[in-house]
């Protein structure tokens, strides 16, 4: 497979007449240069694939859904407990298939699935253990994007070792031993990764930390709430970065999801670890800014529940909710934004790719340059004026999932509807 693209993003720039071939699902030749017999031609900009980090399809149902009366965070997550209890292996797997096919439509070519939704009604087990496991792999391949599996262990229903209960039991292993067996039943593919979650420092016990902190790729959401701060000070003396410092979780191959609330104490601590904001559920659950720029390592980017699927919203909401809470503009270059929207995804998640480079995954992404949001914008600022709608063409792997702003699977609005419908969850309510 070939493309010839009228303007491609490489060293940090859009360049013209960039020809990228691959063999197999990888970049096997970019140069610039004229089209050559049998090339596609793909117009506008093209960008590396776009990384979306952190991700719980299931909550996409929810969209729309938990405005009416104000609320917290916690309450919002009464609602989505309750979402929870609804779903089977059938219906999680069309919930997923629709939330992942929405993410291509708008150039997410890569998706960290943050997975805790484990067995059925009351923590009962099914016949296969990753049968939910199992949806979301099935789902990620009808959808055509990438998948990075994330296992989350979740074991106690706070800082003080309560057990789970309600809802929480279908997210449980009962132990650590027991959710690493399990885990060990997950196979990768040629578009699929496994790695493993810490739910929170509030759902997994300080001795079983050091567990996860084994694995090369691990995640966790971290002080997403200045609540979960108060009891970890409270039950343990320290602040949750800390927790996951002394437990060795922290560093090469981790990514801390969120990350809003940290002390000067927290920025030293998580040099070195990957963060991944996801400005859109931050604002949306009103948890606050992050200090992005505050951040001594990698910084990324998710769409977490989904209230909006748009990774140049993502991208852009880095550097205009910074400007909002420093009274300066600037603060990410629009480099950087790029850097954080794939490479740095890419990396989080366990795959070479994120960059138009010989030896990276072949994942593309076309934006129109010509419509009303993007006309007359510099190419080189487009993460800053664009969004999903202006996604024109998405190749994952070599293989092409959107063609002029149309998904293999058709109707995705149908998809979606039909999905969240057939979910208990509305039905009943």
Do not use: K
């Not at 150039?107 to 484990?118: I, K």
């Not at 691990?218 to 410092?245: F, I, K, M, W, Y």
């Not at 606050?288 to 529940?305: E, K």
């Not at 007359?376 to 190749?395: C, E, K, N, S």
Request: glycine share 12%; proline share 5%; with cysteine.
């Amino acid at each position: 497979m070939s493309w010839w693209c009228q303007l491609a993003w490489l060293d940090g720039r859009p360049v013209p007449g960039v020809r990228v071939a691959a063999v197999d699902g990888v970049v096997t030749e970019v140069s610039q240069g004229e089209q050559q017999p049998g090339d596609s031609v793909l117009a506008g900009l093209v960008l590396p694939g776009l990384a979306n980090a952190h991700s719980h399809a299931f909550h996409r149902a929810l969209r729309g859904r938990t405005h009416a009366d104000g609320g917290t965070f916690w309450t919002w997550r009464d609602a989505m407990y309750r979402l929870a209890e609804s779903l089977d292996p059938d219906t999680y797997l069309g919930l997923a298939r629709a939330t992942f096919a929405e993410m291509v439509l708008a150039g997410y070519t890569v998706v960290g699935e943050f997975h805790y939704l484990h067995h059925g009604p009351g923590g009962v087990r099914y016949d296969d253990p990753n049968a939910m496991g199992e949806a979301l792999v099935q789902a990620a391949d009808e959808a055509g994007i990438r998948l990075t599996l994330l296992d989350a262990c979740y074991l106690q229903g706070g800082l003080d070792g309560r057990p789970l209960q309600g809802p929480q039991l279908r997210f449980g292993d009962g132990d650590v031993e027991a959710w690493s067996a399990r885990v060990e039943g997950l196979r990768d593919t040629a578009l699929v990764r496994h790695g493993v979650a810490a739910h929170s420092v509030r759902a997994v016990p300080t001795s079983a930390l050091p567990v996860l902190a084994g694995h090369p790729i691990r995640h966790v959401h971290l002080s997403e709430q200045p609540a979960e701060n108060a009891e970890s000070l409270r039950v343990h003396g320290c602040t949750p970065t800390r927790l996951l410092d002394d437990a060795g979780f922290l560093g090469d191959g981790a990514c801390a999801v969120h990350a809003t609330h940290l002390s000067e104490d927290d920025l030293v601590r998580l040099a070195g670890t990957t963060v991944c904001m996801c400005p859109t559920t931050e604002r949306d659950l009103a948890d606050g800014v992050g200090p992005a720029r505050a951040l001594h390592g990698p910084v990324c980017l998710g769409s977490d529940q989904h209230a909006v699927i748009d990774p140049f919203e993502e991208a852009r909401a880095l550097e205009t909710d910074e400007r909002l809470v420093s009274l300066q503009r600037g603060r990410f270059t629009p480099v950087e934004l790029v850097t954080a929207a794939t490479r740095a995804g890419y990396a989080a998640l366990g795959w070479d790719g994120g960059e138009l480079r010989v030896g990276a995954v072949a994942d593309l992404v076309a934006v129109a340059l010509d419509t009303p949001r993007t006309a007359g914008a510099d190419p080189a600022q487009l993460l800053l004026v664009a969004g999903a709608a202006d996604v024109t063409d998405v190749i994952v792997a070599g293989r092409q999932v959107v063609m002029a702003g149309q998904h293999v699977l058709g109707d995705v609005g149908r998809l979606l509807s039909d999905a969240i419908g057939a979910s208990r969850y509305h039905r009943h309510r």
